[in-house]
């Protein structure tokens, strides 16, 4: 019987939406057990809110003024130890998990599952490749642990009303002195979440320009979205970089994405295929994006969209 441990993300003393999708990934290898282990500073809060994720039976907490950042190259080691007993260790494919797991999976000598999508059995899992264009089915050995990121747009977030028990762990592991945290830099924003956002509006070359895409920011608060934005208006510097959703972006899975001045192009597409209905706002009729559109409004965006929020 397989026992997984799952790597919880967390930032600022609450966890992310994607634990919760980890574990309902989890719970399709219908295990023994599903473990979280929060490695943290102080670990009491997230450990308190993951230890009411339904299927949890245990969390443990690696409490170390060393994990008070996520750096990968000191969790990675720690992660390793803990992994012993394991079948599975799993972690969420974000920026977090696919800068983690994979020093995981080099320090246990494991070849790494990325981005699984869907469990066939113990080791055997789905996984899209070529942008997302075709599914592949691999398996991992069976006679070693499997280290895997999961792909949180394909899971929905596991329930909660769970009450696992706490436990801190010891774990002697060497870390690492060649990497220490400097500081971090993020855009201040008040708008949700671009990752876990349930509406997000994306702009894209359409809109022209930096300035221009107020009106993008405006439509978005009205409707409380997060911003997103396709490449060719971050390449064009009309927004930040951690902006982008696409195949070398952000791959989000909200319940509403309204994609506006953005053509449908396939990178861009991979990164919202398992959103829940999707909006395009284009003045081109044959634009790509309104193949896969749910709705479609062809329109000059600068008429429409004020229109549109009045209309809210
Ligand atoms: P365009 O294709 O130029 O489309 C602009 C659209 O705006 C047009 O459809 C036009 O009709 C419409 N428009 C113009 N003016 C108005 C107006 N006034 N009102 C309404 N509509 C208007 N792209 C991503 O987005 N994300 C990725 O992660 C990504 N990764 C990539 C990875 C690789 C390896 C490669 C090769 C490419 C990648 N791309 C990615 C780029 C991708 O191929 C496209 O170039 C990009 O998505 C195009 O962005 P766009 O739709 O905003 O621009």
């Not at 339904?54 to 950042?69: E, F, I, R, Y």
């Amino acid at each position: 019987m397989s026992k997984v441990l799952i790597v919880a993300e967390h930032l600022d003393g609450k966890l992310n939406a994607s634990t919760a999708k980890c574990v309902t990934a989890a719970k399709a290898l219908s295990p023994e057990s599903i473990d979280v282990v929060v490695l943290a500073a102080d670990p009491a809060a997230v450990a308190a809110e993951a230890a009411q994720l339904d299927g949890v039976a245990k969390v443990l907490t690696v409490s170390n003024p060393a994990n008070a950042q996520a750096i990968a190259q000191v969790l990675a080691p720690q992660v390793a130890k803990l992994s012993e007993g394991y079948s599975h260790v799993f972690g969420p494919s974000t920026t977090f998990g696919k800068d983690l797991m994979p020093c995981v999976a080099a320090l246990l000598d494991a070849p790494q599952v990325t981005d699984v999508m869907a469990v066939e059995s113990s080791h055997t899992f789905k996984r899209p490749i070529y942008a997302g264009n075709a599914i592949i089915t691999v398996e991992a050995p069976a006679d070693q642990v499997v280290v895997a990121t999961v792909r949180t747009a394909s899971w929905s977030e596991a329930g909660t009303g769970g009450s696992a028990a706490i436990e801190a762990a010891e774990v002697q592991a060497e870390l690492p002195t060649h990497t220490r945290f400097i500081g971090l830099a993020a855009g201040e924003s008040d708008r949700p979440d671009l990752q876990s956002a349930k509406r997000v509006v994306s702009g894209g070359r359409g809109v022209g320009s930096e300035e221009n895409f107020k009106i993008i920011y405006d439509f978005a608060d009205k409707i409380g979205a997060a911003v997103g934005a396709s490449r060719a208006a971050v390449d064009a510097g009309y927004v930040p970089n951690e902006m982008q959703v696409g195949q070398t972006g952000k791959i989000i899975a909200p319940e509403l994405y309204i994609a506006i001045g953005i053509s449908g192009a396939i990178q861009h597409l991979t990164g919202i295929k398992d959103a829940g209905t999707i909006v395009a706002i284009n003045k081109d009729a044959d634009s790509a994006i309104f193949e896969i559109a749910d709705y479609g409004l062809v329109g000059d965006l600068f008429k429409v969209l004020p229109e549109l929020g009045a209309a809210l």
